[in-house]
Nanobody, 122 residues
Framework: QLQLVESGGGLVQPGGSLRLSCAAS????????IGWFRQVPGKEREGVSC????????YYTDSVEGRFTMSRDNAKNTAYLQMNSLKPEDTAVYYC???????????????WGKGTQVTVSL
């Protein structure tokens, strides 16, 4: 079965950190660009960070630049999103997905996971 599965979400206090994982099965991760997206009820889905499949170029939306780091480990067929200095406005369901094209970092085409909830609160 071709799929991406997200994990690593949870409840964290403001200023804390989480690392999200996006594990691929049934296909080779490095054939694709991978993106992390987030959505809050009632709002549009937002592209948070994307990484290219070829040379690991990365993109970050302005609100997470300098706080989040995206990486991939092709040997483990997994991509990661390290989130530091978390803020309440980072609270959302985080999804990963794949695409043949790195940019734009939105509306990726393939293998959308079911998401993992990140809640930043006291």
């Amino acid at each position: 079965q071709l799929q991406l599965v997200e994990s690593g979400g949870g409840l964290v206090q403001p200023g804390g950190s989480l690392r999200l994982s996006c594990a691929a099965s049934g296909f080779t991760l490095d054939d694709y660009a991978i993106g992390w997206f987030r959505q809050v009820p009632g709002k549009e889905r937002e592209g948070v960070s994307c990484i290219s499949g070829s040379d690991n170029d990365t993109y970050y939306t302005d609100s997470v630049e300098g706080r989040f780091t995206m990486s991939r480990d092709n040997a483990k067929n997994t991509a990661y999103l390290q989130m530091n200095s978390l803020k309440p406005e980072d609270t959302a369901v985080y999804y990963c997905a794949a695409d043949l094209f790195f940019l734009p970092c939105r509306d990726y085409t393939y293998f959308w996971g079911k998401g993992t909830q990140v809640t930043v609160s006291l």
